[in-house]
Antibody, heavy 114, light 112 residues
């Protein structure tokens, strides 16, 4: 059974950093591009980052470029999202997912507030 | 960025009714490999999104054949035949042809 389990969320002050993790199991993690997608409270879905199978290529929308960094450890079947200079508009549930979105985690809440 | 326009924003349906949701993109979603990376997702209340259809018309694993997808280039449709209670929630179209990946705003399917 495929499982993606996110962790690392919580309450953080504006301008601070937070690192999310996603533990994958039940599929060959190293064969898949992976992504982070977020959903602000009562809002729609927003793509945040994608990483290639080897980790050599990463992609971001302008809204997080330069502040967020996606990475992976294929030996540990794990995906990460380092979030720096957090803003209130980054408040959302963050999902780990495999494009084209066949697998999703349960999500982890990140709240940016003073 | 590719803008995905979904209509209608909400639908009120009776169990057993058939419905269609439209998704239009601001540019063609045909990739250089000839494939079209347009997908449909369902987010049931309180749950993570689940992919129903990938590449326009391919049913995801375990997805009932009451769901079907059609379309090409910039114009796509999700059809649900004989709606069941478990189909309620918010439907999203999503494109992974172009970066940044983008989603439609969602169509909320509710019971009449």
């Amino acid at each position: 059974e495929v499982q993606l389990v996110e962790s690392g969320g919580g309450l953080v002050q504006p301008g601070r950093s937070l690192k999310l993790s996603c533990a994958a199991s039940g599929f060959t993690f190293s064969n898949y591009y992976m992504a982070w997608v977020r959903q602000a409270p009562k809002k729609g879905l927003e793509w945040v980052a994608t990483i290639s199978t080897s980790g050599s290529r990463t992609y971001y929308p302008d809204s997080v470029k330069g502040r967020f960094t996606i990475s992976r450890d294929n030996a540990k079947s794990s995906l990460y999202l380092q979030m720096n200079s957090l803003k209130s508009e980054d408040t959302a549930t963050y999902y780990c997912a495999s494009p084209p979105f066949d697998y999703w985690g349960q999500g982890v809440m990140v709240t940016v507030s003073s | 960025d590719v803008v995905m326009t979904q209509t209608p924003p909400s639908l009120s349906v009776a169990i057993g009714q058939s419905v269609s949701i439209s998704c239009k993109s601001s540019q063609s979603l045909v990739y250089s490999d000839g494939k079209t990376y347009l997908h449909w997702l369902l987010q049931s209340p309180g749950r993570s999104p689940k992919r129903l259809i990938y590449q326009v018309s391919n049913l995801g694993s375990g997805v009932p054949d009451r769901f079907s997808g059609t379309g090409s280039q910039k114009d796509f449709t999700l059809k649900i035949s004989r709606v069941e209670a478990e189909d309620l929630g918010v439907y999203y179209c999503a494109q992974t042809t172009h970066f940044p990946y983008t989603f439609g705003a969602g169509t909320k399917l509710e019971l009449k």
